[in-house]
């Protein structure tokens, strides 16, 4: 490869939101310094960020095991690579990959295998979350729902979900009514008050570097905000900390915090930045930039500015910008 090559990108589930913010980014700040491979279950022409990409291919899911062995191909020829998951069975496909010594030029960037049940069990995060004292909305057991008749509502979401999907207010008896085997793939909380706020999160757990922009969802369509009033503040920065370092992030993340009982709470976790994180790059404070340089040996904080949400807030709306990605011909 080229001596003004400056790395090499692999990322899964290309035609995602969060996939697409990466590369965008990626494109923008490094050129065609940074050599893009775009991995997606759709053909090209149906995914935008293909556009950018140096490469397309097209895989099948990363819950099959051929995932692994197509990703495996593209790593044996590119060499030194940083791959970046983006659904949640794409953190597991490349832990696994990781386990193996033939990749051992591979960057793997997903978090250690003790921490990887957080990416797709909702339970697991809450336990999690609890042990570093992090505060979470109050989870309840059947057992709980049935023997106290005080609460009549309760907010409902799959252990494994992603993007808002199948979660919702449900009533006591509606969930008294849904059978075991049902809820077991469920987890039920209290039901939080707002505002809804996605704390953008950079950690570099070995140089202790922590930057955060918070977002207040105003608006939000098919789980994603596209309105939001970005701020600072000092007690979701300290939570972000606390959180990255206790596992032992090296790059972005995110997580989503309400209030109960008058105090924030974790309700959601994401071990990568997310399809709003772009918001955040908007005014400046560029995370998945930050990510990348961080696993490329330099200092991701660098790219993060916040200067603008330390003035005071920040407001960002989006719309949709159109890309041909194939004609006739």
């Not at 049940?117 to 697991?124: E, I, Q, V």
């Not at 729902?145 to 008896?173: C, D, H, W, Y």
């Not at 994603?224 to 972000?240: G, H, Q, S, Y």
Request: aromatic share 8%; charged share 25%.
């Amino acid at each position: 490869m080229s001596d003004q090559l400056h790395s090499t990108a692999v990322v899964c589930a290309a035609g995602s939101g969060v996939s697409y913010g990466l590369i965008h980014r990626l494109r923008a700040t490094w050129g065609s310094k940074v050599h893009i491979v775009a991995l997606d279950i759709n053909p090209t022409y149906l995914v935008s960020a293909s556009v950018l990409a140096d490469e397309f291919i097209q895989v099948v899911p990363s819950s099959d095991l051929k995932f692994q062995e197509q990703l495996g191909s593209v790593l044996d020829r590119l060499g030194e690579t940083h791959i970046y998951p983006a659904v949640n069975s794409d953190f597991f496909a490349l832990a696994e990959l990781r386990r193996s010594a033939t990749f051992a030029a591979s960057d793997f960037v997903c978090v250690d295998d003790r921490y990887l049940s957080l990416a797709t069990d909702k339970l697991s995060l809450d336990q999690t979350m609890r042990t570093i004292g992090v505060q979470t909305p109050e989870t309840f057991t059947i057992e709980d729902i049935e023997q106290q008749n005080v609460l009549e509502s309760f907010f409902v979401k799959p252990r494994n979900g992603f993007g808002s999907q199948g979660a919702r207010s449900m009533t006591r008896n509606a969930i008294l009514e849904m059978k075991e085997d049902e809820l077991q793939d469920f987890i039920v909380q209290e039901v939080c008050s707002g505002p809804e706020v996605t704390v953008d999160a950079f950690i570099d757990s070995k140089l202790g570097d922590c930057a955060v922009v918070c977002r207040e969802r105003i608006e939000i369509k098919s789980g994603v905000c596209t309105k939001a009033r970005l701020f600072a503040d000092a007690e979701l920065e300290t939570l972000a900390q606390r959180i990255g370092l206790a596992l032992e992030i090296r790059g972005s993340f995110c997580f989503q915090v309400m209030r109960a009982k008058d105090k924030w709470v974790v309700t959601d976790l994401n071990l990568r930045p997310g399809a709003g994180t772009a918001l955040s790059c908007a005014i400046g404070a560029d995370f998945f930039s930050a990510m990348h340089a961080c696993r490329c040996g330099e200092r991701g904080i660098d790219r993060i500015d916040t200067s603008w949400i330390e003035t005071g807030d920040c407001f960002v709306t989006r719309q949709y910008i159109e890309y041909v990605t194939s004609l006739p011909r």
